[in-house]
Structures are given as structure tokens and as C-alpha cells.
């Protein structure tokens, strides 16, 4: 059987990982490219990265009973 607490925090972390790395390097990547840059697509990676970030820190931290 699944170990969900094992789950949960495995998903969260790699979850706020793929966060973290999307909103470093997809507006660094938007600006090295200058033909392409593009200010909504920069907020775009900025938010989604957030986002990612913020839910994998809320599955690693939630208790599973």
C-alpha cells in the first residue's frame, strides 16, 4: 500500500521545485532572447512559478490522517 503522508510530501516538493525553477529561469529565458521579449509573457512565468511554489509548499506541509 501507498504511504500518503510519503505521497503528499514527495508531489509537494517536487511540485515546489518545478515552481521554483519555472519562475527563475522562464523570465531569464524571456529576457536573454530579446526578439521575443515580451512583458506578459514574463509575469506570466512569474505567476505560474508562484503558483507552483505556493502549492507545493501547501501539500508538503498539509497532515494526512
Known amino acids: 500500500m501507498?504511504?500518503?503522508?510519503r505521497f503528499y510530501r514527495l508531489?509537494?516538493?517536487s511540485?515546489?521545485?518545478?515552481?521554483?525553477l519555472v519562475l527563475v529561469f522562464g523570465p531569464l529565458?524571456?529576457?536573454?532572447?530579446?526578439?521575443?521579449a515580451d512583458l506578459?509573457?514574463?509575469?506570466?512565468?512569474?505567476?505560474a512559478g508562484?503558483?507552483?511554489a505556493v502549492m507545493g509548499m501547501?501539500?508538503?506541509s498539509q497532515e494526512r490522517n
Open 58 to 60: 501547501m501539500l508538503e
Open 11 to 13: 508531489v509537494g516538493e
Open 2 to 5: 501507498v504511504n500518503r503522508d
Open 29 to 36: 529565458d524571456e529576457l536573454i532572447q530579446p526578439a521575443h
Open 50 to 52: 508562484l503558483l507552483f
Open 15 to 20: 511540485t515546489r521545485e518545478a515552481g521554483i
Open 40 to 47: 506578459t509573457a514574463i509575469v506570466s512565468f512569474v505567476l
